[in-house]
Structures are given as C-alpha cells and as structure tokens.
C-alpha cells in the first residue's frame, strides 16, 4: 500500500540505482512531491529529509563567481526551494 515506508522504500531505491550523477533527480523529486499526499507523508520531516537526499551530494556546487550569480543549477535550485516550500506550507 501507499505508505510512509514504501515512500521510503521507493526513494532510497532511486537514490541506490543512481548512485553517482543522479541524473533525472529534480523531475524525481517533483514527483515525489506531487506524490506525498498520497502516501500520507506530506507532513513528515522523514520523507521530506529523504526527498533532499535525491540530491548529488558535492556535484551542484557553484564553483566560481559566474556560477552563482548566473544560477548555474536553476532547475534544481527551483526544485530545492520548491520543496522547502511545500514542507513549510505542510
């Protein structure tokens, strides 16, 4: 069924299958987010935690002046806020 475990369940798995580059992880975490209703986790620290784990740990950093001011990572600087906002909203 559609709980906070199979939530996690299917977010660490995505998170396993891939493991270095994370390609696709904004479209995931969107869906993610659309989905947490449904699976009664909009409210949970949990899931929002494991949503921000999608992330490439180290690889979206902006490593020069040209590369902040300029939004290097709009997509998933947007999809960041975006699911900052949902879990305030929540």
Request: with cysteine; net charge positive; proline share 3%.
């Amino acid at each position: 069924g559609a709980n906070k475990k199979t939530f996690l369940i299917a977010v660490n798995s995505y998170i396993s299958k891939e493991a270095l580059y994370r390609r696709g992880a904004a479209e995931f975490i969107y869906a993610g987010m659309q989905k947490m209703k449904m699976f009664g986790v909009e409210k949970d620290l949990v899931a929002y935690k494991a949503l921000i784990q999608v992330f490439p740990e180290g690889k979206m950093i902006p490593r020069n002046v040209w590369q902040v001011e300029f939004m290097h990572y709009p997509r998933q600087q947007q999809c960041g806020i975006d699911l900052l906002e949902q879990m305030e909203h929540n």
